[in-house]
Structure formats: structure tokens, C-alpha cells
């Protein structure tokens, strides 16, 4: 197994890497989705005042780290970790993080039951991990131990169904799943069926059982693939790969019912291209989401209304080829971009009116799959 390093790395671009951060600084941990030595994870300091990036430490004993998540506390980090994507049954590998350093120590690993795992998160408390599984359709969950280990899955369920989609849509494809802001359920977009499962949670085991309803449908062809809260919990978005499209959905916690108010655009009017969307986030005041067009290469910018509706702001250019991850940091200023297939990291501030504006040059990293930030 291949050691972790913290390593010391020359200017990439002056105004984008600066001199060393803060202790405090924000950690920002990019996974490069790639086998062999390539594959690892990337930990930088983002300066909050001028949106810069130091490097930080590289953690290069996971391969294939397409997805991951953080603990609550910031003290735990899991990433999806496979020698063959797609090829074989995927695990999730768990780490602490050693202090502010941006290094990581490997704790444990546990299976996925699943292949293409493509989604990770985490419960308010810290004490569960789900997972979603692309090629074999199905989501599960994982009691978290004392010392932020994985125990053995604790729950497991297999999606059914089709939608109208001939290539895309032959059977169930997991793509997220997301627990909601009280800890009480767990919504699992499937690209493969058009639709949202809905499942209880059990707070103190992390175990899933179906709700009821048991499902949110989205209009045939969607395909569902990432979702997100309003940081007040009262309405849920849903990113479709294959319509390009957003879904704003009005969230009833206590049944956990969805229903749906807008479906908008991501793409000019005008665009004839081949373009599929990946990610969506939301700023920690609410009042901004983000989308992002692979094959248009772009972020799409919308305000939210009081009522949960959408009103497009722009489309700005990603600066980089497919956009697969977004994070934004917790002040809500600086918005990064994960330019997978174009291997650089891009970076934004946030403007009052939404807006965003590039902040320095893109950072080259291999395949950047998922951006995580730890307070």
C-alpha cells in the first residue's frame, strides 16, 4: 500500500496558490478519480479573504476516489475506493484527518455491496454513512464506531424499475442519496427509474427502511442524478443528467413528501449541443444554487424566491471541460468547480448578486471528481 505524504509543491499559478494559510484555515480536499498513483486526494488551505489555494498534502492510498464526504466535526473523511470502477464491487475507505494538516490516516475499509459506487454522506451526528451504487442501482448504510470507523453495512436496498430512456434508462442507476436536515429520512435520486426513494432513518443504528411515500416521480426522461436542501429544510432541488433540467420539490418534513413547484433549464435556449448536468449546491444563506452543464462546460446561476422557486441569474463558463463537482465555502463567497475530464480545479468569488467571477488561474489536478471543505 502506498504511503500517505504530505508533500511540498511549486506555484502552480501566483494568483491562485499564495503562501501559507492559517492554522484555521479551511480545508479543501479534491479527489482525483484515477487508478494507480494518479488516484488520490488532495488537501489545500483556502485563504477566506482572497479565495487563494495552498497545497497542503496528498493522500495517495485510495484509488478510483470518485466521491466523498465529511463528518460533521470535520474530523472524519470517506471516499469511495476500488482498483477497477464499475468493474467490480466498490468499497468506501475511512480516514481521520490529522489535524489541520491536511493529511490523512486510513482507519478501516468496508464493502459497498455495489458497483460504481458514486455517492457518499453523512448523518447530522456523525454516526452513519450511506452510500449509492450507479451499476448495480441500490443505496446502503454504515454504522459509524467510536473512532470513525466503518462497522459492517447495516442496511441494503435494491431499486426496481425502468423508465423511457432506451440507453440510459434500462434499469435502476442509484445516484445519490442525501439525509435531510433533521436526521429523519434520506431521499436517493435514481437516474435509471425518474424517481426520488424516500427512506426513513433510524437515528441511533443509521438502519434504513422504506417511507411512505416511498417516492417522489419526476417527469419521464429526467434522470434524476444529485439533489440538495434549502439550508430552512423547506424545499428539496434535483439535478437531471438527461433532461438538463432543475426540479424544485416543496419538502414536508414530517411526511417527508415531495411536491414538485418548478421545473427549469440549465441550458441557453439556444444550445444544440450534446451537454448532460452533474452537480447542484446551494449557498449556506440560501438565497443562491448552482448547477453545472457537462458538454456546455458550464455553472448555471439561479436566485431562490421565498416561494422556492428558481430565476435564472447567468451561465457562466466552468473554465474547464465537464463540470462533475461543485463545493462552495462556508462563507458562501468562494465557489470551486471540479473540471474532471479537463483536469483542473477552478475557482470563484461569489458576488452579492450571485454572479460569479473567476478568481485566478484554474489549479491542474488529475481528474478532479469531488470537492469537500472542512471548516
Do not use: W
Amino acid at each position: 500500500m502506498r504511503k500517505l505524504a504530505a508533500l511540498t509543491f511549486g506555484i502552480m499559478s501566483a494568483a491562485t496558490i499564495s503562501s501559507a494559510s492559517e492554522a484555521d484555515s479551511p480545508l479543501v480536499f479534491v479527489s482525483s478519480f484515477a487508478g494507480g498513483d494518479d488516484g488520490a486526494i488532495h488537501a489545500f488551505k483556502l485563504d477566506l479573504k482572497s479565495g487563494a489555494l495552498t497545497r497542503a498534502a496528498t493522500t495517495s492510498d485510495t484509488e478510483f476516489p470518485f466521491f466523498m464526504a465529511l463528518s460533521p466535526d470535520n474530523k472524519r473523511l470517506y471516499a469511495i475506493h476500488t482498483e477497477s470502477f464499475g468493474n467490480e464491487v466498490n468499497n468506501v475507505a475511512a480516514y481521520s484527518l490529522k489535524g489541520r494538516s491536511g493529511e490523512l490516516k486510513r482507519l478501516n475499509l468496508q464493502s459497498t455491496r455495489g458497483k460504481a459506487s458514486c455517492y457518499l454522506d453523512v448523518d447530522s451526528t456523525g454516526g452513519a454513512v450511506f452510500v449509492a451504487n450507479y451499476l448495480t442501482g441500490d443505496v446502503g448504510s454504515y454504522p459509524v464506531k467510536a473512532d470513525g470507523s466503518l462497522g459492517a453495512m447495516k442496511s441494503f436496498h435494491r431499486h426496481q424499475g425502468s423508465s423511457v430512456d432506451p440507453k440510459r434508462q434500462k434499469a435502476p442507476f442509484a445516484h445519490s442519496i442525501v439525509v435531510s436536515p433533521d436526521n429523519r429520512l434520506a431521499y436517493a435520486a435514481d437516474l435509471g427509474i425518474d424517481k426520488v426513494m424516500i427512506y426513513r432513518v433510524d437515528a441511533k443504528s443509521g438502519a434504513l427502511r422504506p417511507n411512505e411515500p416511498a417516492f417522489a416521480a419526476l417527469p419521464p426522461g429526467s434522470g434524476p442524478r444529485h439533489l440538495t436542501f434549502h439550508p430552512k429544510a423547506e424545499f428539496v432541488y434535483v439535478i437531471n443528467e438527461l433532461a438538463n433540467t432543475l426540479s424544485a420539490f416543496k419538502h414536508a418534513p414530517e411526511t417527508g413528501a415531495l411536491t414538485d413547484i418548478q421545473n427549469i433549464s440549465t441550458l441557453p435556449k439556444d444550445f444544440e449541443g450534446v451537454s448532460h448536468t452533474a452537480d447542484v449546491k446551494i449557498t449556506p444563506d440560501g438565497r443562491f444554487l448552482y448547477g453545472t452543464n457537462r458538454g456546455h462546460d458550464s455553472i448555471a446561476a439561479y436566485a431562490i424566491g421565498k416561494d422556492g422557486r428558481l430565476t435564472l441569474i447567468e451561465i457562466a463558463p466552468s473554465l474547464g471541460k465537464g463540470p462533475q463537482n461543485l463545493a462552495i465555502a462556508p462563507d458562501g463567497r468562494h465557489l470551486f468547480c471540479a473540471n474532471m475530464p479537463g483536469n483542473n480545479l477552478a475557482a470563484f468569488r461569489v458576488g452579492k448578486d450571485g454572479r460569479l467571477r473567476q478568481v485566478g488561474k484554474p489549479i491542474e489536478i488529475k481528474s478532479p471528481s469531488c470537492i469537500m471543505i472542512a471548516e
